[in-house]
């Protein structure tokens, strides 16, 4: 039998080590383009939906207050068990109204084909400062920390746990936009094994917790052309969790922060990568 060279030895070790690192790393490009047009039909198509079915609930700890609203699905079938998504908002819906938190990323799930296929609870909580504030760090990288407030929300989940006991605590998902989007990677970062998934976009990361996260359901959605939440925060952010297996970084090379939500509104991509996961 023939002896195996050194230069042999390296070179099959350097095939299996890239082959785990393809098939750790999940990257995609899109080149959507979002004109006038697209950007004001899809939106209206979500504004258009009536709310009302988000019932108005507020959460109280001491100091702290929450309004938050929350979708009940359909519960056509006996002992089933739903999911329950929370939605972040951006800074723009900072306030204490109970209405102004309601937006795309919860809508979505309003629309008729979205709320028949695809059950479960929506809790849009609101915050009336800052979820999440932003600093640099020593490499000069944008990143986000959690408020007090952020904290008090594992308090409010375990609450609605309690009052809706046919939630399914193995199907807990986060998703949020901008400041909404930062403000799902900061609870994720929190308590990690409560979550069964997160959809980001548009965030500024948060690196507090990366080795909890070498296994989590990630998805990082982000705009190349995003000149307010900078797009290199999730490069960053993708490169450091380059080793987790379920993390998706998809870049939108021609959008930028703004219209950046503009693709999801009407399509079901979103709830259903959300319901192919669980913890």
């Known amino acids: 039998m023939s002896k195996i060279n050194l230069q042999q030895i390296l070179m099959l070790l350097f095939g299996l080590l890239t082959a785990n690192w393809t098939f750790a790393q999940k990257k995609e490009f899109r080149d959507t383009t979002v004109d006038s047009l697209t950007f004001v039909n899809n939106r209206k198509i979500v504004n258009s939906l009536n709310t009302d079915a988000f019932l108005k609930k507020i959460f109280t700890k001491e100091n702290t207050q929450i309004p938050y609203r929350l979708l009940t699905p359909k519960k056509d079938s006996i002992n089933k068990k739903y999911p329950l998504v929370i939605t972040f908002h951006n800074s723009s819906r900072i306030g204490n109204d109970n209405e102004n938190q309601l937006e795309p990323f919860a809508k979505i799930w309003l629309r008729p084909e979205i709320y028949t296929k695809y059950q479960c609870y929506v809790m849009a909580p609101q915050f009336n400062t800052r979820s999440s504030n932003y600093e640099k760090n020593s490499d000069g990288v944008q990143i986000s920390k959690p408020s007090q407030d952020v904290f008090a929300l ?23 936009y901008s400041m909404g989007g930062s403000t799902a990677q900061n609870l994720l970062n929190i308590a990690p094994e409560k979550f069964a998934a997160t959809v980001s976009v548009a965030a500024v990361p948060d690196f507090s ?43 939108l090379s021609n959008l930028n922060h703004n219209n950046i939500v503009i693709p999801f509104l009407i399509t079901e991509e979103i709830p259903k990568w959300l319901f192919e996961r669980r913890k």
């Not at 308090?155 to 807990?172: A, F, M, S, T």
């Open 154 to 176: 594992l308090e409010l989940i375990q609450n609605v746990e309690k009052e809706y006991p046919d939630i399914d605590k193995n199907r807990i998902y986060l998703v949020g």
């Open 209 to 251: 917790s990366l080795k909890k996260l070498s296994r989590k359901n990630i998805w990082l959605i982000h705009g190349e052309k995003d000149d307010e939440n900078p797009y290199i925060g999730s490069v960053e952010l993708f490169n450091k969790l380059s080793s987790n297996k379920n993390l998706i970084f998809t870049t």
